[in-house]
């Protein structure tokens, strides 16, 4: 059962199988991480498909689908001489060679194994790439001339809904957009305004958090059952922009990405878990050689759009292959940044790489398989993509909640415990606990003994936090420390006492000076400065008495007011300046004070330094 040859049914089996077992034999939840897979790592598979074609150059092109190879041999240009290194012989492998199959057979290959991963929440892409008139829109849309000939497009939208039928334990939606590339420009070909009035740059390529892309602008249409979808396909592809040239009668001239949304919600388990997906399946315009499909006008511009667009693709392919590169040229064109997460990306990315065998299209096919190779090279990650749904969520917590209530509702009444209510308290009720804590700090009631709930006791917390810091702010209010708390408040005011004791004990360092002002906090009053004092001696002394002092032991005598006047005309200005600049000098505090260290005051001063080296140790 495990390796069963049916690689379509081995993973889809497998997991089924294990949550079957788990619902019968009743395992613990947590070992379904074993079946789980969150994230596959995976290169881009590429199946070549070559178109039915009378005129098949056997001589060149050689198929083995045994073992999925193709060799090419093209005869070296005798015209060139014997010295010529041209190459003449090229030989590919794929994943898988479908030669001359059938439209049933490249989607059970193709896309059938795609289907169940794309509704865990897998990314899928399915890619159609090739040289123009070789079968790419023949493969994805299919042909109305028979219902057989059904491409791969309507053959998925069958496919997945009989899948969702199948899925009885999950409600599943699903919607589709359907965008086109022409000349640089992204149409809606599902929207209400035409495409010939719509301006082509209304739609724009975003960035989502998770690194993937978001078409914004871009109409998406829910699908309840698979005519709808089918509806919307066939519209869009009446819109589509065709022309006819000399290879292709209905040349497709555009990229089109045909997308369908899948999100699936669990009916059985946690239902705000939303597991969403999406499958692009993709019809490129196919590379042209103007020489060959000799395409003038309007045709040749729109050539020329065609193949840079797929000459961006083929830098980003070749940029995704080199491990050594850092930055990948995604914004280049519209089609590589919508293909994003196709190339390297959060996908699982199929490629069909339609050839045309014929003897005229030889150097077209050599550049299909060289291309397929490149890609096979590409890996992508593909992870489940999961999110949860907010409204669901609120849903969910709302129902708890009042289940919780209910239960603790019964819970109190089997403990006669009636009256108890575990809605938010009122004003009234808040009012009450705080009155009850105001009681219990002033000692007016011993002990809180009616504890109803855990609310209570937050509740009486709460009030008592309103308290203390009443309490704190009437603190420092009276003390005017802003900065100190009321702990540090009564800290201080207690050493501020111990401190006042000691200086009236005379345990104090230092002497006291009576006639000092001392200092206070607060706003100074406006005669509060001391007038300039000078310690001499252990004298307060004013330094007008120092210099009258001075001029005394000079054996000067002092001037009446009139004699001061006489010697002021007398002396010339400069030497007046001289005299006042000698009395600002002496009347310096800080030189006094230094002087007064250094000679009386010190030993004072080496005590002075003694005790901050105590205090500091």
């Known amino acids: 059962f495990f390796f069963s040859s049916r690689r379509r049914h081995t993973r889809s089996s497998l997991v089924s199988w294990a949550r079957r077992c788990v619902?019968?034999?009743?395992?613990?939840?947590?070992?379904?991480?074993?079946?789980?897979?969150?994230?596959?790592?995976?290169?881009?598979?590429?199946?070549?498909?070559?178109?039915?074609?009378?005129?098949?150059?056997?001589?060149?092109?050689?198929?083995?689908?045994?073992?999925?190879?193709?060799?090419?041999?093209?005869?070296?240009?005798?015209?060139?001489?014997?010295?010529?290194?041209?190459?003449?012989?090229?030989?590919?492998?794929?994943?898988?060679?479908?030669?001359?199959?059938?439209?049933?057979?490249v989607f059970d290959y193709c896309v059938r194994d795609v289907l169940p991963s794309v509704i865990e929440g897998y990314n899928a892409t399915i890619l159609c790439y090739g040289q123009t008139g070789a079968?790419?829109?023949?493969?994805?849309?299919?042909?109305?001339?028979?219902?057989?000939?059904?491409?791969?497009?309507?053959?998925?939208?069958?496919?997945?809904?009989?899948?969702?039928?199948?899925?009885?334990?999950?409600?599943?939606?699903?919607?589709?957009?359907?965008?086109?590339?022409?000349?640089?420009?992204?149409?809606?070909?599902?929207?209400?305004?035409?495409?010939?009035?719509?301006?082509?740059?209304?739609?724009?390529?975003?960035?989502?958090?998770?690194?993937?892309?978001?078409?914004?602008?871009?109409?998406?249409?829910?699908?309840?059952?698979?005519?709808?979808?089918?509806?919307?396909?066939?519209?869009?592809?009446?819109?589509?922009?065709?022309?006819?040239?000399q290879l292709?009668?209905?040349?497709?001239?555009?990229?089109?990405i045909f997308t369908i949304y899948v999100e699936s919600k669990s009916r059985v388990e946690s239902s705000e878990k939303v597991v969403f997906s999406k499958l692009n399946l993709v019809d490129l315009a196919g590379s042209e050689r103007t020489k060959k499909t000799g395409s003038e006008g309007v045709i040749?511009?729109?050539?020329?759009?065609?193949?840079?667009?797929?000459?961006?693709?083929?830098?980003?392919?070749?940029?995704?292959?080199?491990?050594?590169?850092?930055?990948?040229?995604?914004?280049?064109?519209?089609?590589?940044?919508?293909?994003?997460?196709?190339?390297?990306?959060?996908?699982?990315?199929?490629?069909?790489?339609?050839?045309?065998?014929?003897?005229?299209?030889?150097?077209?096919t050599i550049s299909t398989l060289k291309?397929?190779?490149?890609?096979?090279?590409?890996?992508?990650?593909?992870?489940?993509?999961?999110?949860?749904?907010?409204?669901?969520?609120?849903?969910?917590y709302e129902k708890e909640i009042r289940e919780l209530k209910q239960e603790l509702a019964m819970h109190d009444t089997l403990a006669n415990r009636g009256r108890i209510t575990y809605e938010t308290y009122t004003p009234e009720q808040q009012f009450e606990i705080q009155k009850t804590a105001e009681q219990y700090l002033k000692g007016q009631i011993e002990?809180?003994?009616?504890?109803?709930?855990?609310?209570?006791?937050?509740?009486?917390?709460?009030?008592?936090?309103?308290?203390?810091?009443?309490?704190?702010?009437?603190?420092?209010?009276?003390?005017?420390?802003?900065?100190?708390?009321?702990?540090?408040?009564?800290?201080?005011n207690k050493?501020?006492?111990?401190?006042?004791?000691?200086?009236?004990?005379?345990?104090?360092?230092g002497e006291t000076e009576e006639t000092a002002a001392g200092f206070g906090l607060g706003k100074a009053l406006k005669d509060s400065k001391p007038k300039q004092q000078v310690d001499v001696g252990g004298k307060v002394k004013k330094a007008e008495d120092i210099a009258e002092e001075e001029s005394k032991a000079e054996g000067k005598e002092e001037q009446t007011e009139e004699e001061k006047k006489e010697a002021q005309e007398e002396i010339p200005g400069s030497a007046l300046k001289t005299k006042k600049e000698k009395k600002i000098e002496v009347l310096d505090r800080q030189t006094a004070f230094i002087e007064y260290k250094k000679g009386d005051g010190k030993p004072l001063e080496e005590g002075i330094i003694s005790n901050r080296k105590d205090l500091k140790e």
């Open 135 to 245: 079968g790419k829109t023949f493969s994805m849309v299919g042909g109305s001339q028979n219902y057989k000939y059904r491409g791969i497009i309507p053959r998925t939208i069958s496919q997945l809904f009989q899948e969702i039928g199948s899925h009885f334990d999950q409600a599943v939606t699903v919607s589709v957009s359907f965008i086109e590339i022409y000349n640089e420009l992204m149409f809606d070909l599902l929207s209400s305004v035409p495409t010939h009035e719509q301006s082509g740059s209304d739609i724009t390529i975003q960035d989502d958090s998770k690194g993937g892309i978001h078409v914004k602008g871009l109409s998406t249409h829910i699908c309840t059952n698979e005519e709808e979808a089918l509806n919307h396909l066939f519209e869009g592809e009446t819109n589509r922009t065709i022309s006819e040239h």
């Open 371 to 396: 291309f397929g190779t490149r890609m096979m090279k590409v890996t992508n990650e593909a992870t489940i993509n999961v999110h949860l749904d907010s409204n669901q969520l609120i849903k969910k």
């Open 248 to 256: 292709n009668k209905t040349s497709s001239r555009s990229h089109c």
């Open 447 to 492: 002990d809180i003994t009616e504890i109803s709930s855990l609310r209570q006791v937050r509740e009486l917390f709460l009030q008592f936090r309103h308290m203390y810091r009443k309490l704190e702010k009437k603190v420092q209010e009276t003390t005017g420390s802003p900065n100190k708390s009321v702990a540090e408040g009564g800290e201080l």
């Open 300 to 364: 040749l511009k729109e050539a020329n759009f065609i193949n840079k667009s797929l000459s961006f693709l083929e830098m980003v392919v070749i940029a995704s292959c080199d491990k050594a590169r850092e930055f990948i040229p995604y914004r280049q064109s519209k089609l590589t940044n919508l293909l994003k997460d196709s190339i390297g990306g959060n996908s699982k990315t199929y490629m069909i790489a339609n050839v045309w065998p014929e003897p005229a299209h030889l150097e077209e």
């Open 23 to 105: 619902q019968e034999t009743g395992i613990n939840a947590e070992y379904m991480g074993f079946f789980k897979i969150q994230m596959i790592k995976q290169q881009v598979r590429v199946i070549v498909r070559t178109r039915p074609t009378s005129n098949f150059a056997s001589k060149n092109v050689e198929i083995d689908t045994s073992t999925n190879a193709i060799t090419i041999n093209i005869p070296k240009n005798e015209e060139k001489g014997l010295i010529n290194n041209q190459q003449d012989s090229w030989k590919f492998k794929f994943d898988k060679i479908l030669h001359n199959s059938s439209q049933e057979d």
């Open 495 to 509: 050493k501020e006492a111990e401190n006042k004791k000691d200086i009236s004990e005379g345990k104090g360092v």
